[in-house]
């Protein structure tokens, strides 16, 4: 604590990147985002999610296409509430970092958009968000496979699965109630919003157990040794 208010007292003139991110929205504009059948299920449940938190909201992810699409669908009003291991692919990192949100934001919403293959890196942490009564909401995006793995071997090794399957039965509610962790689902035909209306108004831990389709996909992405500007999936619109 010490060496952090000292770190923050020596940041006299906070760094600025206005050119940097006039450039971005002008990127945004020329590359709008693709949806279609293999991400409209993702919109659909995160635009729901948006619609019933509240203003001051955190969202953290672990890793994987929940990840990308969480990025792309929840907007965020406030600098520093969308919390991320970006590129560096940690997995189980999301469920760490909700509790570390959570308990240096008491009074906010915080929910860890996870997906089945990382949560089962770090869902023993279920335990910390119990004990110490935290209302963390995990949203799990439920697809039973590695889906950003499965997405490269379903577009670029002509559909050679391996070791990207997780078709293990586990029931997510069971174990959330092991923990002390009340659990809820939402099926592929489900109103989305409802439910997760139901969970926030809890006001304590819920684990949602959010099945999707196993081939979403995110977009865009770069094919195997493809240059950043041969991205797939980009709808170039105007100059």
Known sequence: KVVLNELNNRIVNPMTHTKWMEQVAEYKKRYPIRVDSESARS???????QSVLPEGFFAVTEVGQHQMW????????????FLTSGGLGTMGYGTGAAIGAQVANPDARVVNVAGDGSFKMNCNELATIARYQLPVIILLMNNQTLGMVRQWQTLFFDRRYSETTLDT??????????YGVKGMRISKTDDPK????AAL???QAVLIDCEIPVDDKVYPMVAPGASI???LGVEEVGE
């Not at 039965?169 to 092991?178: G, S």
Request: hydrophobic share 50%; glycine share 6%; no cysteine.
């Open 194 to 197: 409802p439910i997760l209306q």
């Open 70 to 81: 969480a990025a792309q669908f929840l907007k965020h009003l406030q600098p520093g509430h």
């Open 169 to 178: 039965p586990i029931d997510w509610l069971k174990l959330a109630e092991a």
């Open 229 to 231: 500007d041969e991205m």
């Open 43 to 49: 919109k659909e449940i995160l635009k729901a999610l």
């Open 201 to 203: 108004d809890l006001g």
